[in-house]
């Protein structure tokens, strides 16, 4: 069947038959993996609530496995997958290439996907997310995760290859679109991530069929932590490029700077990956040298970027709404700015927990001392919901909200919930991310099962506050549990009996994309914007103190050398 | 346009950046910079920095080195809130060896505050984590690793190493105990 492209009459985007069926099912198997990462979660946060202690020790670690490989590789990176087919074939409206590849590649995925669920929860491999050996899984718990990955390296290059169909078909003028060289660099870091993870994962399936004798520890973990942290990076790459997106389309936001917002991004390319290091900061056999510029994305050239990011995102959305006339004061703007579109909500959430809570702590953590106050507590999972779910996550949802109509073609049921969901969620998610931090700074230790040491000759006492923030974790993680699996009704119930929508005019060729002829005697002066600026500055006040407090802290320990 | 569409300008790369723009920028580049010195100064005047000495061991060579230690400098045995583990009271300085082992830490050490020893670390199986409270102090373990770090206690007390890599099913048993003593106690 030849592949068709249709404009949609409610957005103007225009889709090929092939990327949009992709992009659809690809949406779907991530909604279902964070169906199963979902359920997971609550059984996660009902164990670690010490009041509530649902599950028994063996069940409650193979949950956590669950939850890990659910959420982290599954849910994030099909949805993933369908931005990168948007971002080639939808932004620069062209064919996709090789389709029956990339459908090989998606069955690749979720077949792997299967398979690694059924490994987890026949029970015995429960080895985290993380897998470190020397503790074994089953290998077909390994096997799913490496098809897993080969699927999503195959999308990758179809990825790089529907650029090149638009290019030589000239289907777009100049350079490609902003989200689209985000979505670039989120292909490009992940292709290092996923050879990263075959690399460690093949010989560690080998080993789990008896085929080669010890896989050493250290080793493992430097290598697994490519794949580990720098599909996170991935993370960061692609909800970067989804905020310039929600920004575009819902305010016509136009970039302060294409020049700085892609600089920024090639940073991205040339440091995120080094990232790796901050899991394995406090092991041993690795040389201060090589901690401290690892660590730090060389000199914090990432942190930079992402801190251009965060305020070139905002001042593109202050810009487009000074030009529609929202310009008393500072924040007029923000103020008149439509906090009940959820895509919008979303998205502004999603910016602002990502800076605040997990950029900010993201960093203190990563500094190669510093670690030593938080490895391997729950300051650790604290930091990561508030930059995977947060600032992922929320993002993604978001967009789901936009792509409902035009890339399902369905009315949103219940479009009531839509407005409240970002926040209940979102800022659920904030309290979350900030107890567990706050548990975490008090030494309690992540994936375990009883912070009361049931059975321990020699328990340790927390201090009271220990269990009151891990109390208020199972209060708001539940809240947020509840409010995500609504999420996931409405819009499960919205494709399935949402009214369907006009699809549009169908097309056997693309309509290239032209651009309006520059404006003679060039553009007009962009207005400046001081209230990103004020929001800026207040950011940059709460990292620096929030970082001294803790060398601080650091400095009344122990002497170490 | 939009970030959703290609850039308006063909020559993009030309367009002057915005003032306030520019002044982040520079200020996000500052902080950066700062951050970095902060790590390499901390090592140079600071006081708590994770030693790089390492050795490639085995978990056989590692025990018996244990053991050694525990022969020698053992002054009475623990009673059952102490797992009837040797308490040993090594003298200031010495080499003192930590057992990360399925589902203990082992032996328990009696230190004195202010004195500095050799504490090293390694597992006898998976890895384990060495979390030290109330300090917290959070040390990644491995097996076939004997990691040599220098610790001088500032506090009396009693102190509680919490393992916190999963470790398997018993994980949450796994709590050791160091005592540090004031001098003359």
Known sequence: MATTYRICPRSGLQFNSDAEKLMRWHAVAGVLSLLVGGIMALGVILTRWPAVKLLEADTFYMVLTAHGLNMLIFWIIFFEMAVLLFASSTLLRCRLAMPRLAWFSFWLMAIGAVMTNIAVFQGESSVMFTSYVPMMAKPHFYLGIILFAVGALLTCFIFLGTLVVAKSEKTYEGSVPLVTFGALTACIIAIFTIASGAIILIPTLLWSLGYIREIDSLMYRTVWWALGHSSQQVNVSAHVAIWYAIAAIVFGAKPMSEKVSRTAYFLYILFLQLASAHHILSDPGLGSEWKVVNTSYFMYFAVFASMIHGMTVPGAIEQAQRLKGYNKGLFEWLRKAPWGNPAFSSMFLSLVGFGFLGGISGVMMGAEQLNMLIHNTIYVPGHFHATVVIGTTLAFMGLTYFLVPVLFKRELLFPGYAKIFPYLFGLSMYMVALVMMGAGTLGVARRHWDMSFAGAPMAYEWPGAAYLMMGLTGIFGTIACVSGGLWILQIVFSLLFGKKLEEGEKLSMPIPLTLPAPTPGGAAHPPATPGTMVLALIFLTAFILYYFVNWKYLSSLWGMA | ?185
């Open chain 2, 1 to 185: 346009m939009s970030a959703i569409l290609p850039p308006s300008e063909r020559m993009w790369w030309n367009q002057p950046i915005d003032k306030l723009e520019f002044i982040w920028i520079a200020i996000a580049l500052v902080w950066s910079l700062v951050m970095f010195a902060m790590m390499i100064w901390w090592h140079i005047y600071g006081n708590q920095n994770l030693a790089n000495e390492t050795y490639k061991t085995t978990k056989e060579m590692y025990a018996a080195k244990a053991q050694a230690v525990v022969d020698q400098y053992t002054v009475r045995t623990g009673d059952d809130t102490e797992k009837q583990f040797p308490i040993v009271k090594p003298p200031a300085g010495s080499d003192i060896y930590l057992i990360g082992r399925l589902w203990d830490w082992w032996p328990i050490y009696e230190l004195e505050q202010g004195k500095t020893y050799k504490l090293h670390l390694s597992t006898m199986d998976y890895m384990h984590g060495f979390s030290l409270q109330p300090q917290n102090i959070n040390i990644q373990v491995h097996p076939n690793y004997d990691h040599v770090i220098k610790i001088t206690p500032n506090q009396a007390g009693t102190y509680s190493i919490v393992c916190n890599e999963y470790c398997g099913i018993g994980h949450h048993t796994m709590v050791g105990r160091m005592y540090v003593k004031k001098g003359g106690e």
